[in-house]
């Protein structure tokens, strides 16, 4: 018994000296703490100040963040704006498929109230269109504007420029009227291209058909065409603009020189007044479409003389020419070209379009087919590097090459024609309308708007532009009674 007694004795020893141990460490980790909390533990400070200067970082770059955040949702707002701006625009030109397309693309519009309005808005303006009665497209157009009355209609007596001016010209205020009104009255502008399908058969062969132009209800189409854009020699003096530019924002403009010399640059011809109107208006215009302007060559065009008979290769000058040539020693005929081109260039980006007038403002009818190839080719020389080919011929004198209906297949000039790339023919006839669609071709009568056309409309003489506008309405009030006589 004693033996188990010591025993039991020993393990109680042994456990209370464990139980002092542990509670003896137990003391000493306390105090070694205390003693780390009363010593301020560098570490821990250390571990404080970082954190800090991690918290004034973390928000400066959070900050950064949210302000790129806010510069994307800026320019996603403002792209969605053009966006949306650029898409009303091709709807107010009639391009309400390019207008919802557009819409489209922007990120997100499946969910975004405002352009799923734009949208369904649009379609059902598109919905509401009519075809454009083909048979029905006029075709109106002018020469180059008269800036200034009274130097293009003085000396009415005796002096045949300027009869000449007061007939086949049209003033700038009446210009500007007649567009106002015809635009009032529903008309639109169309490229005589728009009015032309092209459908080819199984043998690759085209033909040439009227094209559907869907317009609202109560909108007309008509063509425009301003011929003789060349600025020609008989023109100096008489207050019309002299050249075409660009102007710093790109388009086309004109220089006009006033009567005591000085040079002005703007809006005096038909392209930049247009174009302006259009700017103001896109709806006077189906999808871009501006004019067709007709070209001839001999004094070159646009107001430059890119002419290669300026060269005097021949040595049988005009009297125009030559004394051109004494007024400009300097004259390089690469320069005028490029500046031609330049401005060439901006018209078609602008939505012009080029015709040839024949290079001589020969009559077709009339002239031989010998004359009318090296005509032709001259065009080809001279004016076609600047404008590009073209696929029209607006007639000078707007003499035809046959009677209305299908060209005769025989007819030489015709023939010609054809095969030189022409398939568009237009005239002077001054019915409303007339539209001919051949087999694979198109002719297309026109309406001259000037001066004389004005004036008996106005006195009552003629009634044959009231479908556009009230000529008494449009006559200028500077242009002097104009005389009868071709
Ligand atoms: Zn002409």
Not at 83 to 107: F, M, P, V
Not at 127 to 141: G, L, R, S
Not at 399 to 417: P, T
Not at 431 to 446: A, C, E, I, P, V
Request: with cysteine.
């Amino acid at each position: 018994m004693d033996k188990t007694g010591k025993k039991r004795k020993s393990y109680r020893l042994k456990k209370s000296v464990r139980f002092v141990c542990i509670l003896t460490a137990g003391i000493a980790c306390v105090l070694v703490w205390a003693f780390l909390q009363t010593k301020g533990c560098g570490g821990k400070t250390e571990g404080k100040m970082a954190g800090a200067g991690r918290t004034f970082l973390l928000s400066k770059e959070a900050e950064s963040q949210r302000e790129g955040q806010r510069e994307e949702l800026e320019k996603e707002a403002s792209i969605r704006q053009e966006t949306i701006a650029q898409a009303k625009r091709l709807a107010a030109s009639y391009d309400y498929d390019a207008a919802i397309t557009l819409l489209r693309a922007i990120e997100g519009y499946e969910s975004d109230g405002e352009i799923q309005e734009e949208i369904s808005s649009l379609e059902a303006e598109r919905d509401a269109c009519v075809p454009v009665n083909m048979e029905e497209v006029t075709h109106v157009f002018y020469h180059s504007l008269v800036v200034d009355p009274n130097r293009a209609f003085a000396n009415q007596d005796r002096d045949p420029q300027a009869v000449g001016n007061n007939q086949w010209m049209t003033t700038i205020p009446e210009f500007e009227k007649i567009i106002q009104e015809m635009y009032d009255r529903g008309y639109v502008i169309v490229s005589i291209h728009d009015l032309i399908e092209t459908v080819t058969d199984e043998n690759g062969n085209p033909s040439y058909q009227p094209a559907k132009i869907m317009l609202p209800p109560g909108k007309r189409a008509y063509v425009l065409s301003q011929d003789d854009l060349c600025y020609y020699h008989c023109y100096d003096n008489y207050g019309y603009a002299a050249r075409m530019l660009v102007g710093e924002d790109g388009k086309p403009t004109c220089e006009y020189i006033q009567a005591d010399g000085t040079h002005l640059n703007g809006p005096y011809d038909v392209v930049p007044l247009l174009d302006a109107f259009i700017e103001e208006h896109p709806d006077a215009s189906y999808r871009g479409a501006k004019g067709i302007i007709a070209l001839t060559g001999y004094n070159g065009i646009l107001g430059y003389r890119t002419d290669n008979s300026y060269l005097d290769i021949n040595g049988n000058l005009d009297e125009d020419k030559k004394k051109w040539l004494r007024e400009h020693p300097d004259f390089d005929i690469e320069q005028e070209r490029a500046g031609a081109k330049q401005v060439a260039d901006a018209l078609k980006a602008d939505g012009w379009e080029f015709a040839s007038h024949t290079w001589g403002h020969i009559r077709i009818g009339d002239v031989s087919l010998e004359r009318l190839m090296g005509d032709t080719q001259k065009w080809r020389e001279n004016v076609e590097p600047i404008v590009g080919p073209v696929d029209t011929i607006i007639f000078a004198h707007g003499q035809d090459l046959g009677e209305w209906g299908d060209y005769d297949e025989g007819n030489a000039k015709y023939r010609y024609l054809r095969e030189q790339g022409y398939s568009v023919f237009c005239n002077v006839d001054s019915n409303l309308y007339r539209t001919w669609f051949g087999k694979d071709y198109m002719r297309q009568g026109r309406r001259d708007l000037d001066g004389l056309r004005i004036y008996l409309n106005a006195i009552g003489e003629q009634d044959n532009v009231s479908d556009l506008f009230d000529a008494k309405e449009v006559l200028d009030p500077l242009r002097p009674p104009v005389p009868r006589n071709h």
